[in-house]
């Protein structure tokens, strides 16, 4: 009884752990995208230097099957609004068309890969200074790409200026469907660490 007790909480700590985007945010995941920059990997949530999220990480999947077209999205969900205000909107790091899994493997993971630099480029997180400070979550979604994907009319503006993707929005218009795979990092607010410098 006792026994069984504790492996059901313990199974309720584990499906609670579960959840690889942040808690609150939809569409949420429960398969880890996995993300590495350079040698560092990273684990839902974890908190990161802007030093070492500069450029485009490597990303792939592990433990299930892949094959054909994927789109990267990286949207931080905490940037302040324009004229202060505690609303938070978002800011569009990447969307990145193409992904087609390779023979690459690292740690485990098959790696997907893409020559596209488009719809946006990756650029990487340099969340200002705050009083108190605030971290910003950065999302990863990975979504099967649709046969001629195209942005949406009504989110070109939004892809082309960074600034107020409504993600569930761009799915349904987009016809994406749900993720297969997301993840999240973050960088605190005011992080001052310089690409190429050790800390
Ligand atoms: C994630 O797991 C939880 C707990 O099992 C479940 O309630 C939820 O629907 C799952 N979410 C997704 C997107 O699969
Ligand atoms: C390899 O992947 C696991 C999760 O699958 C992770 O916990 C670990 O940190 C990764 N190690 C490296 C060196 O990337």
């Known amino acids: 009884m006792l026994f069984k007790a504790i492996a059901s909480s313990l199974a309720l700590a584990a499906t609670t752990?579960?959840?690889t985007t942040p808690?609150?945010?939809?569409?949420?995941?429960n398969q880890t995208l996995d993300v590495y920059y350079g040698s560092t990997y990273i684990s839902p949530g974890l908190m990161?230097?802007?030093?070492?999220?500069?450029?485009?990480?490597?990303i792939g999947v592990t433990?299930?099957?892949?094959?054909?077209?994927y789109l990267l999205a990286m949207i931080d969900i905490d940037v302040q609004a324009q004229g202060g205000g505690s609303g938070r909107t978002?800011?569009?790091h990447a969307l990145l068309q193409d992904y087609t899994p390779s023979t690459q493997k690292q740690n485990g993971s098959t790696v997907l890969t893409t020559t596209a630099n488009t719809p946006s480029s990756y650029f990487?997180?340099?969340p200002p200074a705050e009083n108190p400070k605030h971290p910003h979550n950065y999302v990863f979604l990975l979504h099967k790409q649709p046969d001629g994907f195209a942005v949406p009319s009504a989110h070109r503006q939004a892809v082309s200026s960074r600034f107020g993707i409504d993600w569930n929005k761009f799915i349904v218009d987009a016809k994406l469907s749900p993720p297969i795979a997301g993840n999240y990092l973050q960088v605190q607010s005011g992080d001052n660490t310089l690409k190429g410098r050790k800390l």
């Not at 808690?23 to 995941?29: D, S």
């Not at 433990?63 to 077209?69: D, F, L, N, T, Y």
């Open 17 to 19: 752990l579960a959840q």
């Open 23 to 29: 808690a609150g945010f939809t569409p949420a995941t």
């Open 48 to 58: 990161v230097k802007k030093s070492s999220v500069a450029s485009k990480p490597v």
């Open 63 to 69: 433990g299930i099957e892949v094959s054909g077209k």
């Open 90 to 92: 978002t800011v569009l």
């Open 124 to 126: 990487g997180p340099a």
